[in-house]
């Protein structure tokens, strides 16, 4: 399973406003263009277009916070206090890039 590989666009999502014949909300990588969402349809089109851009980092953190938590949910390997310390650490890597992300499509 851990082999699995996202096979969309790779890069950095972002959003832009495109507001020249239609008012829309574009995801783009770079110069191609992911989804548009369009403004019109309700108030919410920015924070849609946002979340949108977001799925690429929330897939991969999703994958991390498997992992960790594959890792504290095995007692046995818990009493190594090696395999402890990388679980709690992979952990709190999760949280905080869980925060950045969240804050990110958020704003």
Not at 14 to 20: A, E, H, I, P
Not at 41 to 48: L, V
Not at 75 to 104: Q, S
Request: positive net charge; aromatic residues 4%.
């Amino acid at each position: 399973m851990e082999n699995l590989r996202f096979k969309g666009t790779s890069g950095d999502w972002k959003c832009y406003r495109k507001t020249d014949k239609h008012k829309i909300e574009q995801v783009r990588v770079g110069a191609e263009i992911i989804c548009h969402v369009p403004i019109f349809m309700n108030e919410h089109s920015e924070a849609n277009a946002k979340l949108i851009a977001s799925a690429p980092d929330l897939l991969e953190i999703s994958k991390k916070a498997r992992t960790a938590l594959n890792m504290l949910l095995h007692p046995n390997d818990m009493n190594n206090i090696e395999f402890e310390l990388k679980a709690r650490l992979l952990a709190k890597e999760v949280v905080e890039e869980l925060n950045r992300i969240i804050e990110k499509s958020l704003k």
